[in-house]
């Protein structure tokens, strides 16, 4: 059955199948939770809407598998946007969500928190960026950009019906940092993470600190010399009681988790430590981009 009414901005949305009030949160004791899914396609203006047809992906998105409510907004951000999604999860009994709108680096905080004050695990939660990666790079194919947006919310709604509740915890992290490196960028983070209280282990692979900045001069725009600024920089290191600085040494492998990692580290003899957390500080070299921007065609290039 097909119920259709007028949400905040006068789009249209749609529910269908039979609403089950066990399904948000337990499987009813069958051991397999109904899906049910709710999309929720975004205008975001007109930089969505004017280079994608939206009512026409929200159509596609009605016949997905496991879809039961389908809803377009003017603007799925806004507070009225939110407050429908948390309304439709309730009224509804949505498991999953999927929001099809613009990135999700700055808008999928606020979406999961949504659902989480709905009473849904926020990680049932999926986002189908439509915006970035396709009205605004397709502006002049309608057609394939709408087809696009199709497949982008098929695949989220995909993805969305395999994910699973997850709760956040916390875990003990070791305070002891690698850092890879001896040039100016290592012997400075050695120098903030130590100040901080974390056991440093400095690596450098040549027998001398400094790194490229010992093929340099001066500096721009201190004028001061290379030099000096390794000279201060190493002496602050070496009288750190929280650096232990091992040169000629290279590490040799890498394995465990942020926060926890094993590393055996390859130099005069070979060690184990254990570290919360690596820093790779090594050196760089100038890029020069052959076959780009006329380079090496043109002599002031």
């Known amino acids: 059955m097909l119920r259709e009414t007028k949400g905040y901005n006068g789009k249209c949305y749609s529910s269908f199948g039979s609403s089950s009030k066990s399904s948000r949160n337990c499987d009813g004791g069958s051991g397999v939770m109904e899906l049910r899914i709710g999309v929720f396609v975004c205008?975001?203006?007109?930089n969505i809407a004017g280079f994608i047809d939206v009512p026409a992906v929200c159509e596609y998105?009605?016949?997905?598998?496991?879809?039961?409510?389908?809803?377009?907004?003017?603007?799925?951000?806004?507070?009225?946007?939110?407050?429908?999604i948390k309304e439709?999860?309730?009224?509804?009994?949505?498991?999953?969500?999927?929001?099809?709108?613009?990135?999700?680096?700055?808008?999928?905080p606020l979406f999961r928190k949504a659902c989480e004050d709905a009473g849904l695990n926020k990680y049932l939660f999926e986002f189908a960026n439509i915006r970035d990666q396709c009205s605004w790079v397709h502006q002049k194919e309608r057609d394939k950009a709408t087809e696009k947006a199709k497949d982008l919310v098929r695949m989220a709604v995909a993805r969305a019906s395999l994910l699973e509740p997850l709760e956040e915890i916390k875990v003990p992290v070791e305070r002891k940092a690698l850092v890879i490196g001896g040039g100016i960028s290592g012997m400075t983070a050695s120098l903030s993470l130590a100040k901080q209280g974390f056991e440093v282990y400095l690596v450098e692979k040549e027998n001398v600190l400094g790194g490229m900045l010992r093929h340099l001069n001066k500096l721009y725009p201190y004028e001061k010399d290379a030099d000096e600024i390794i000279e201060e920089l190493e002496e602050k290191v070496r009288k750190e009681k929280n650096?232990?600085?091992?040169?000629?040494?290279?590490?040799?492998?890498?394995?465990?988790?942020?926060?926890?990692?094993?590393?055996?580290?390859?130099?005069?003899?070979?060690k184990e430590i254990k570290v919360g957390t690596i820093i790779v500080a090594i050196g760089a070299d100038v890029y020069k981009p052959r076959f780009m921007y006329n380079y090496g065609e043109y002599e002031n290039i």
């Open 43 to 46: 205008d975001c203006g007109t």
């Open 88 to 108: 439709a999860i309730k009224k509804y009994d949505l498991n999953r969500v999927v929001v099809a709108s613009c990135t999700p680096r700055t808008h999928e």
């Open 243 to 270: 650096i232990h600085i091992w040169l000629e040494s290279r590490v040799e492998s890498v394995e465990g988790y942020i926060g926890d990692y094993n590393v055996i580290i390859n130099g005069k003899e070979k």
């Open 61 to 84: 998105a009605k016949t997905l598998p496991n879809v039961v409510f389908v809803q377009e907004n003017m603007y799925t951000c806004s507070d009225a946007g939110i407050t429908e």
